[in-house]
């Protein structure tokens, strides 16, 4: 007997096959259609010189037809020719005599073309009509149209108060007649994220009218998946944030400097590094640019930030790993604190938290309009919740659930935790940003500074000035003060069990030895996890360009 | 016997011999004054709590004391007491009485230090001035000083109409007393650019009074290196070179995105790749981004850049060549003809080059101040140079050397020819940055889109809307446009003979079948390598902040 959860999703299954099949069937009408347009000579069509496949539009267009992106076009335009370029999306036939489609360009900016039968100059034949309507959904066309203004309204198109009336269209590059993935298909929340290639359901039954794929029909389809409004939004997101990172840190003297991939020991530890045969020798990838950042410092560079790929052999599939992420790292001389670190830190991501806001709220709407999730709650400025972490253990043990009522002030977060803290953290100063400071140095690598006070919690462990960041109770950020002393590092490295003469942390170490380096302290932020979390995303993988796991490395 | 010029370098070797020796001394000395001052009690002396080794700055400065940086230092400054924290330099002792020496901070920024003995307020010991000018040098010290205007201009150093009496010098990081590399060994040219382990002389006998040393000793000594004001100055030129690429791509609506490192097929002919293990499968690292720029543009991004690392496993152990080098790639879709790739990328370098003559005038000259070389000469705006591969290769054999009398139009060129070709052109047109268009598809690879009026060359080969760029007769950037049609790419494929079924070709392919590619082109512009032979640097690996090779990963 199958379980009623396999029976609605093998409904769902068949309801899909339905609709496949019915689409199916209208691209073959189309292609139909096609066809016979093609068929026409210039004899038979007058208007045979105005559509068609088209390699280039040299020499198509009227002289005095202007060329405008959709973005663009606004009153100034009306009952004037332009010449479009754009995807094509959404025909429908309305009678032999007319057809209506959409003009999709510039992310998610559509306007809406009419092809209208004439028999006046500019001549568009019933033929034309037809062929103009069988384009396949995808293609990239360029048409030359008189811009109107339209009766009402068009409130499918993001251009609404204008319509082009369609004298010219040629298709400069066919879509196939069965798209892979269409664009409302794309558009549709992931169901599945898993990369494994054992077939999944492309349905999610209950939400959706129009199916829905999983991560791996995105990726497979991936032209489609990057055209879809939502990927958009969150590639221009993810772009704002990365200019905003940059722009703070510019304005405060930060210098942009890029570390190496490619290096030659597994220097922070070496269970999850990549290694690869290098000219008879074994070189390593990067896991985080941590000791170039220090080199640079120590180098007199003062203060740098880099924004560059990462490396994590970690064999985790979850939706908050990736095997190649972008860091976004800085490192700076200290003057008097560890907080001059922690402060620039929490101003660059306030910064950036605050600048989408502002810069992509069009983006944003278009992510949550597919992916809901609450408001990212932001500190009020002056009211930035920094907790020590013996204070967000107490937080948790006595407000938190009472799984975590036995938690030490002297022992690492789990994920868990770190939920559960955030829940507790989100209800009782509303904010989803928050700060995690003196990390127990048991949690913390060697070349953590400890504090300054010789302060200790729970069984005598001393804290560190180290700290993390939190964006929905998920982390985003480690840094904290360094330890510039060579004598102090060493005695660190022994301490933590690691041998100074080993490759990589002798060169590290001898760096320190060479010259005065100054204190200095910086952080590493994940900018995948960055937007992910801050818009609610179900997986950093949508956040990503082309998401890495232990399972894909394609396309 | 020996020949004169093994004679002439053992000389050179034994006089770099005598003069480390001294500064061995001179450095032994300096310890000895040091732990000497170090013995004074406070009872001895009275200034004791206004010097020494301090971990930290907390409150060992005055209330009243301005925290200053050097460039910032000025006129308003005199009289005043103020904090600064620098490397400190060039120490020399007048008397027991009086010291000197220069403070630098920010790349090469330089200010004179005074410390004199004083017996009253501010108190200033004979052993403090002793202890003072003791500091080893590329210590990091914090001062507090009086800001004076010295008695005549201070030759030495940058900030020139102002000097500092010393009251106050702690140590926060000390170097050792005998550096690995001073800093004025670090700034000479460097003298050797091979990687070989094999010992090789430090000296430059014919040019430097000081000792120059070689790239290995120079890597060797990373935090030196980096500190040497040509090496800070080229570090911001290539910020620069960053920012410029950036901004004025920015402003021409492109969108920046990363494209991965780690990729499932070496794509792009598999020769020079780098390969690892990969969770029991195998990946390879990305030798061009040129594949994901198409992605972009088939997934509707429109006009894209990126700025990241590349890599080649090529054991080419040249001043041109490294294994892992910055990208500055760009990719856009085509309205008309693919001249709209090309203008945008001459006008992003032009931009580039002009930018840095105006911005970096400074930098600029401290670079050629140790690697002197001829001005990089522009081409006057609206006479750019572009020929085309015939064309270029016709000025070769009528005016270029002898050898090169027969050099053929459907046949790549060499390197010698390029080389040849740069005096040309630079004797001819006066310039130093010139494109040559119209590649025959015998030297592009499969994606270069052939010429539409099917044009031929030599043979009958046909040319490429493709094109390189050079600057001082070295190719900086690769460009074109690529095909977008699938069916003429999988006959591009097949006629370069590669299977269309192989591993990353058939996912390649199948991202153009898959949707409606509008027309696209774009160019690859080596960052290491722009900053490198603009400056007239001889070799790349100056211009990279931590060069790869095949022999050598670290640090």
Redesign the interface.
Known sequence: MEDPAATTSKKAAKKAEAKAKKEAQKAERAAQLAAAAAKATLEDDPAADRYGDR????GLFSDDAE?VEIPSLDESHIDKTVIV?A?LQNSRVQSAKMGFFELR???NWSVQGIVMASEQEPIVSRRMVKWVVGI?P???VAVEAKVKRPLEPIKACRVQGLELHITKCY??????SM??MTLAVANQPIVNFSDEKAPVSDVQPDKATVPAASMLTHLD???????SPV??AI??IR?EV?KLFRSYLEDRGF???????????ASEGGGNV??????G?E?F?AQSPQ??KQ??I?????RVFSI??V?R?E?SNTARHM??F?GLDIEM?I???YTEVRDVLEGVLLHIFRGIQDRCADAIATVKAVYPSEPFLLPEPGKEVRLTFAEAQKLLREEGPSEFANVRDDEDMSTPQEKALGEVVRSKFNTDFYVIDKFPETARPFYAKID?TAATVGDGVRVTNAFDFFARNQEILSGGQRI??PVELEARIRAKGVDPESAGIK?YLA?F???????HGGGGIGLDRVVAWYLGLPSVHLAA??P?T??R???
Chains 1, 2 share one sequence.
Request: net charge negative; aromatic share 12%.
């Open positions: 390699p280039s539009t040299t060329e370029r995807w360009k510039s992310g396949n995808e293609s990239f298709v400069l590059a066919s879509a196939p798209l892979g389809n991936i032209a489609m998946h990057k055209r990927q958009q590639a221009d772009i990365k210098k942009e400097f890029e570390p190496p991939c490619l290096i030659g020991a990549f290694r690869l045969p290098y000219f020798e070189a990838l000791f170039y080199f640079e120590a180098g007199g560079r003062e560059g790929p490396f052999a064999n095997t190649e972008t001389e003057k008097q604190s300054d510039n002393d060169e760096v030895r060479s010259v005065g380096v100054p204190a360009y082309y890495r232990p399972k490395l394609s396309p």
